[in-house]
Structures are given as structure tokens and as C-alpha cells.
């Protein structure tokens, strides 16, 4: 079946510090990859993308994501996180010859301490 | 830049009653997406359209029906509403082979 795994519900990092989120898929076709912002009662950003080639994929607001098939993971990265970085952060997955219809995972939730 | 713009931006209504909610895609995208997201929930899967012909659906319930018109808008039209309806309602729209898909602010429906 095709799911999507955010296996950490919420985090707290402090702002200046770094931050990875994880994400773990499990699809039968070749997937293409998204991480989404939610800001609360807000709809979601797109942050970036991955469908093929480099798998190290660079977004919007400093963030980057790696794209890594052995591991089936897709883990968000930021060197350095902004208090203005606290919201809910959404992996999803996707399919070429699927409808295009995009799963997501359930979400994680950043605090960021001042 | 354009965006998807989805209307109403709130919705209040009582139990048994009908609902439309409306979806103006980005200029040229033809595929439209539509996504239900409950309350502390992940966005799930209803329906989608490409060129006014319904391409995929998920798990959307039989009170509700949704169509593309000849301009790409969308409409999801929910009746019989429960109190389970509430929740936030997704647009998203993408041209024919391109994967991005970027979503509107969202109808935010809630059922009393």
C-alpha cells in the first residue's frame, strides 16, 4: 500500500539552529517527492520539489531536501531555522501514471524557541 | 503571479444541509485536485478533473459530486452535510503533465 511516514509529530529547535524533518515513503511506482508549509488557518506552500535526476534539491526559504531510493526517505534540511519557520511542515508523494493524486504524510508541527 | 483561488473562504452551515464550494485554478492549468483536511489531519485525496473529465478519485463520499467546467473552474458540491464534513477543503491545480501542484488558501466548512 502507499503511505507516507512523518515519523516525528512535533519538534522544537531553537531559532539559529538547524533542523531536519524525516520522511519515509513506500510506493510501488517511481514517485516524484514534495515538502509543503502550512502556516496556521493557511493553505500550503509549495517549499520544493523532487522528480528526477540531482538528489539533493534546493527550495524556497533556505530549505533543501535528499532525495535518497535506498532508504526510501526524503528528509527536509535547513542549516539555520527563523522563528518565521514555525508551522507545519507536510511531506507527499506522488506518481508518474497515478492519477496524480498525492498522498501526504501527517505532518510535522515546528516550534521554534527563541 | 496568479494563484488558485477557492471560494468561499468560510462556510458555516447546519447538519442536512447542501454546500458548494469553488475552485478557479491557475491560468492554463487544466487538472484540478480537490483535498479534505480534517482538523489536525493530513489532506486527503477526493477527486480530480483533467479537461472537464473526472481523472482519479479517492475517498470522497457518495453525498458529495464535484465537476470541471469548459473554463476549469471546479465546483464540489456536498449535501446531506454532517457534522463530520467539517473541515478544510483543498483546491489544487496543474497543467497536463507537469506534477507540481500548487494549492489555493482552502474553503475552511463547518458544520453545526
Known amino acids: 500500500a502507499q503511505s507516507v511516514t512523518q515519523p516525528d509529530i512535533h519538534i522544537t529547535v531553537s531559532e539559529g539552529a538547524s533542523l531536519e524533518l524525516r520522511c519515509n515513503y513506500s510506493?510501488?511506482?517511481?514517485?516524484?517527492l514534495f515538502w509543503y508549509v502550512q502556516s496556521p488557518g493557511q493553505g500550503l506552500q509549495l517549499l520544493l520539489k523532487?522528480?528526477?535526476?540531482?538528489?539533493l534539491v534546493q527550495g524556497i526559504k533556505g530549505f533543501e531536501a535528499e532525495f535518497k531510493r535506498s532508504q526510501s526517505s526524503f528528509n527536509l534540511r535547513k542549516p539555520s531555522v527563523h522563528w518565521s519557520d514555525a508551522a507545519e511542515y507536510f511531506c507527499?508523494?506522488?506518481?508518474?501514471?497515478?492519477?496524480?493524486?498525492?498522498?501526504f504524510g501527517q505532518g510535522t508541527e515546528l516550534s521554534v524557541k527563541p | 503571479a496568479a494563484g488558485v483561488i477557492q471560494s468561499p473562504r468560510h462556510l458555516i452551515k447546519e447538519k442536512r444541509e447542501t454546500a458548494t464550494l469553488k475552485c478557479y485554478p491557475i491560468p492554463r492549468h487544466d487538472t484540478v485536485y480537490w483535498y479534505q483536511q480534517g482538523p489536525g489531519q493530513d489532506p486527503q485525496f477526493l477527486i480530480s478533473?483533467?479537461?472537464?473529465?473526472?481523472?482519479d478519485k479517492g475517498s470522497i463520499p457518495d453525498r458529495f459530486s464535484a465537476q470541471q467546467f469548459s473554463d476549469y473552474h471546479s465546483e464540489l458540491n456536498m449535501s446531506s452535510l454532517e457534522l463530520g464534513d467539517s473541515a478544510l477543503y483543498f483546491c489544487?491545480?496543474?497543467?497536463?503533465?507537469?506534477?507540481?501542484?500548487?494549492f489555493g488558501p482552502g474553503t475552511r466548512l463547518l458544520v453545526l
Open positions: 507527499a508523494v506522488g506518481a508518474y501514471n497515478q492519477g496524480g493524486k498525492l498522498i
Open positions: 523532487y522528480f528526477s535526476g540531482d538528489t
Open positions: 510506493y510501488g511506482a517511481t514517485p516524484y
Open positions: 478533473f483533467y479537461e472537464k473529465m473526472q481523472s
Open positions: 489544487a491545480s496543474s497543467s497536463q503533465g507537469a506534477e507540481t501542484q500548487y
